[in-house]
């Protein structure tokens, strides 16, 4: 069974950086799309950004310039750089890896709670 355990969320001001960590577990299979969703006080889920095997990424028009996604395949690995926050990116913020075709999954961790001080 795949899981996903995310790491580096805190408390930062505004104009403060930090990194997500993301580590899947569990799975022989290689992962296609591994990506990072944030829900906000009072707000629906929204992507943030995602980043596929090819490291092709994609990201919400609300984080470019700011928001850097990368992975490290070998270790199932995806990051989050975050720079330049701001009060409205605090969120939980949750990983996701999806692998389709054969054995495929789609799965989620448990959210680390990223807040930005003002």
């Known amino acids: 069974q795949v899981q996903l355990v995310e790491s580096g969320g805190g408390l930062v001001q505004a104009g403060g950086s930090l990194r997500l960590s993301c580590v899947a577990s569990g799975s022989r299979f290689s992962i296609n799309v591994m990506g990072w969703y944030r829900q906000g006080p009072g707000k629906q889920r929204e992507l943030v950004a995602t980043?596929?095997?090819?490291?092709?990424?994609n990201y919400a028009d609300s984080v470019k310039g700011r928001f850097t996604i990368s992975r490290d395949n070998a270790k199932n690995t995806v990051y989050l750089q975050m720079n330049s926050l701001k009060p409205e990116d605090t969120a939980v913020y949750a990983c996701n890896a999806v692998r389709s075709g054969w054995r495929a999954f789609d799965v989620w961790g448990q959210g680390t709670q990223v807040t930005v001080s003002s």
């Open positions: 980043i596929n095997s090819n490291d092709n990424t």
